[in-house]
């Protein structure tokens, strides 16, 4: 079995208008992820990530592959740099791995129904058995339920302990 892809969807009780908002603002993204997510999100227009330590990722094949507002955002996973490896404390192992395997990308697919919008993230990786994907399968889920409690209370999740 193949673990090219991570699929995760939720509903959340907001307005599509609210969640873009939450996925394209930075000042927002911060409070859910950690990662400042700095663009404006136009077609072709870079992605760059900032870390909560001040590591800026930053790279010509970081970009926006669709914005439609309020229905769907997608774009390039950021490039695993030595700084980012360092931040996060990865191995140089799998470091090297994540190099190796090439660009992922990701998508969001928000669907209004009423009151709530069902929110699909689909991340891709390049390549059959991708590390990238077996990482994220870990972190969205923690990322995604983070944003969902944003959304609908004011607050992100605590952070784990």
Known sequence: ?????????????????????????????RRYWQVELRSDWRTGS?????LADGTVIEDPEQVVIDATPYRRLAYTWHTFTPAFAASV????????RLVAEGRST???????????VKLTVVHEGPVPDSTV???VSEGWPLVL?????????????PEPS
């Open 1 to 29: 079995m193949n673990n090219d892809r991570f699929v995760h969807t939720t509903y959340i009780r907001a307005g599509a208008e609210q969640l873009w908002r939450a996925l394209t603002d930075p000042a927002l993204t």
């Open 46 to 50: 870079p992605v760059v990530w900032v």
């Open 89 to 96: 404390g990865l191995g140089s192992t799998v470091h090297e």
């Open 106 to 116: 990701v998508s969001f697919a928000l669907e209004p129904l009423g009151e709530v």
């Open 133 to 135: 994907v077996a990482l």
């Open 145 to 157: 339920s983070s944003l969902k409690t944003l959304v609908e209370t004011g607050e992100p999740l």
